[in-house]
């Protein structure tokens, strides 16, 4: 209960910000957010990798006894 009373207390804080002179694109970042350049990767072959030193695999799984009957 104090948690929450704490959380209101600071949404009050929030509504208290005058906004209405800002954009809803607002940053503070010069020129933006940064993005990545969007590029294919190569397919990764970490799993195959891994599935060769198993005792036993199938389909790109693990082969293991059955603990279930």
Known sequence: MGQLTDIL?????LNELDTDSLSASFSTLEGGTPLREDKPREANTVAKDILTHAPQAKDDFFIVPAIIE
Request: cysteine-free; charged content about 20%.
């Open 9 to 13: 207390g600071y949404i009050d804080n």
